[in-house]
C-alpha cells in the first residue's frame, strides 16, 4: 500500500483532531536553577523539545528535526540542553547540545554515534554517556576540553543510572550475570574502580532510581522485586546499608526524591491505574496525594517522567484517563500548562473485565462506542513491550476504533508489568505463546459474554503487540477475520541476527538462551514458523529504519505470505520504531481503520 490511505469514515475529523490537538509533557528542570525547565510537545506537529523560562514567562522549541525528537535533558545548572540527535528515527546517533537561552547547537562529547545507553549530567558540564554498540555497552565519563575516560565496558547490556550530586558516585545497571530482564548494579567512582555491587540473585531486578540530593549522600533510590512486585528501597553504597521501604500498598511501587532528601514521591500503579504518595524518610509516614482516577504519565514512564516535586514541597505531574485527554498538573496551581491550539476532543471510558485464564486472572479494559448494540465488531488492541500495560490512559488510536463504530478490547496477558513480577515473568521459555493464551481467554469471553461478533474480530497491535497478531494469526487462524500488524516482530532468527546487542541480550533472557542454545524455542515463537496457516487478510505497517523490529525479518514474512497467495497489504513508511510526526500517524491510524473496515 502506498500514498493516501481511503478515507476512514464518518469520525475522520474527530479523530484526527486527537492526533492533532497539541499536548506537553511533565517539564523537568535544572535542579539548581528550577525556573529553568524542558518539556516536549507537539504544537509544531511534530514531538521537538521545548524549554520554559518560569521566571521570565517565555517558551521556546529548541529542536526542528524532521523526525522529531524525544529524549533531552537540561543540565543541574541550567546552562545547557541536551537532546539525542538520531538518523532517521534509526535511534542510532550522537549527543548534542544548544545554550539554554538559545544559540547554535554543537556536538555536547567528542564521543562518535552509538545507540543510547544512558545519559547523567553533573556540574560544570560533567557528563557520563552510556553508549550501546556492536560490541556491547561502554560508560565514558566526559569534561569540558579533555579527551573522554571509558570508565566501564560490557560485552552485554549496561545502562547510566545515576550520578551523585557531587559527581563521584555513577550508579550502573547491567546484565553481567546473564539476565538484562533482571538486572544488578554497579557503582562506580570516576576512574572506574568498583564503590559497591547490588544483585538479589536469579529472577529478581534492580532498578536505580536517583542517589539523595544533598550532596556526599551515598544513598541510592532503587526499586527491588525481593517480594514479587516492585517496592523502593534505599541503599546507601558508601556503608553497604540497605533499608527496604515498606509501604502497605497492594500495587506496584517506584518512587522519587523530594528536592530536600526529606521524603519521597511514590507511584502506586494497581489494575491499570496510578496514584501519588507522599512518604517521609525519617517517620515513614504515608500520606495520600489527591488525583483524579486515571493515569499518572504512561506505562512506560520512569516516576521523574510522571511526576515531580518541586522545591516549594508541590507536586507536578501529567495524567489522563481513557476519557479525558492528556493534562499537567500541580498541586499548587491546578493546571500547570496549556498549549497552544483548539483542545483535545474527548472519548469514552473504559470498563474493568476479570477473565479466569490459564495463568490466573487476566485483567482487560474494555472500550465501548455510544449507543453500541452487540454483538458488534470488536479488535483487540494489543499492547507492546512485552514490558508494559494498557491502562486507563487517553489513547488517541483506541479513541479512532471507537468513533468508528469498533468495541475495543485491551488485554493485559501474562508478561505484562504492573500485576507482579511472576505474572511478569510467566512467559520466560515461551514468549508469544504464553501471552496468546490470555488473549484468547478474554476472545472466549468477548463472544461468549455478547459483546463480540465472532465473524467480526480484528487483532491488531505494534511492536510486541505486532508481533503477537501475526504470532495469533498463525497459531489460531479460526479467532480472527483481519489483522493489522504495527512494526511487528515476524521472522525471530532473522531479528535476532539484525537487532541490537541489548535487544539480543533481552531476547536471551526472554528464551533462556540464543538462537543457536535453544533453536526449537524461537522457531516455536517465530511468526514466521505459522504464516501458512494465516487465513484473515492482514495489514502490515513497517519502519523502514527501525532498530527494534528491523525492516529485512519484516521483508521475510510479507515474502513468504506473498508466495503463498494471502491476501495482505504492507505499509511501509521513514522513520524508526514509530513516528513522532502527527500527520504520519494519521497516516497509519487511517490505513489501520480503512483495512479492518473493508475486510469486516
Known sequence: ????????????????????????????????????????????????????????????????????????????????????????????????????????????????????????????????????????????????????????????????????????????????????????????????????????????????????????????????????????????????????????????????????????????????????????????????????????????????????????????????????????????????????????PPSVPVEDVWVDGPGGPVHALVSRPPGWSAPGACVFEVHGGPIGFDADIFDPSVAAWVDHGFAVVQVNYRGSTGYGAPWRDAIEGRPGLTELEDIDAVRAWAVASGLADPRRLVLAGRSWGGYLTLLGLGTRPAHWAVGVAAMPVADYLAAYEDETEELRAYDRSLFGGSPEEVPERYRASSPLTYADRVTAPLLVIAGENDPRCPIRQIDNYVARVAGLGLAHEVYRYDAGHGSLVAEERIRQIAATIGFARKHV
Open 1 to 344: 500500500m502506498t500514498g493516501t490511505p481511503p478515507a476512514a469514515g464518518p469520525g475522520e475529523e474527530r479523530w484526527q483532531a486527537r492526533v492533532r490537538a497539541p499536548r506537553v509533557t511533565l517539564p523537568r528542570w535544572a535542579r539548581d536553577a528550577p525556573d529553568r525547565c524542558l518539556y516536549r510537545s507537539n504544537a509544531s506537529g511534530t514531538w521537538e523539545l521545548y524549554a520554559w523560562n518560569r521566571t521570565a514567562g517565555t517558551h521556546r522549541q529548541v529542536t526542528r528535526r524532521p523526525h522529531g525528537t524525544w529524549t533531552g535533558a537540561v543540565d543541574p545548572e541550567g546552562a545547557w540542553i541536551w537532546w539525542f540527535a538520531d538518523r532517521d528515527g534509526g535511534e542510532f546517533g550522537v549527543w548534542t547540545r544548544q545554550p539554554f537561552d538559545g544559540g547554535p547547537d554543537e556536538p555536547a562529547t567528542p564521543l562518535g554515534p552509538a545507540y543510547p545507553a544512558g545519559l547523567a549530567l553533573g556540574t560544570g558540564g560533567l557528563a557520563v554517556v552510556g553508549r550501546a554498540t556492536a560490541d556491547g555497552t561502554s560508560v565514558h565519563l566526559c569534561r569540558p576540553g579533555a579527551d573522554p575516560v571509558t570508565v566501564s565496558e560490557h560485552p552485554g547490556d549496561a545502562r547510566v543510572a545515576a550520578l551523585s550530586r557531587d559527581g563521584t558516585l555513577i550508579a550502573v545497571a547491567h546484565d553481567e550475570h546473564g539476565d538484562s530482564r533482571h538486572p544488578a548494579l554497579r557503582v562506580l567512582r570516576t576512574d572506574g574502580t568498583t564503590v559497591a555491587d547490588l544483585w538479589d540473585g536469579p529472577g529478581l531486578g534492580l532498578t536505580a532510581g536517583a542517589f539523595g540530593p544533598a550532596p556526599g549522600d551515598g544513598r541510592l533510590l532503587v526499586e527491588h522485586e525481593r517480594h514479587g512486585r516492585t517496592e523502593p528501597l534505599l541503599w546507601d553504597v558508601r556503608t553497604g546499608e540497605v533499608r527496604e521501604i515498606a509501604l502497605g500498598l497492594p500495587g506496584e511501587t517506584a518512587a522519587d526524591w523530594y528536592p530536600d532528601g526529606s521524603a519521597l514521591l511514590v507511584s502506586h500503579t494497581r489494575h491499570a491505574r496510578d496514584e501519588l504518595y507522599r512518604y517521609d524518610v525519617r517517620s515513614g509516614d504515608l500520606t495520600r496525594i489527591p488525583t483524579p482516577p486515571g493515569s499518572v504519565g504512561v506505562p512506560l514512564d520512569r516516576i521523574s517522567d510522571a511526576a515531580a516535586a518541586r522545591p516549594d514541597g508541590s507536586v507536578e505531574y501529567a495524567w489522563s484517563s481513557a476519557a479525558e485527554p492528556p493534562v499537567v498538573r500541580s498541586t499548587a496551581t491546578g493546571v500547570l500548562l496549556t498549549p497552544p491550539g483548539p483542545p483535545c
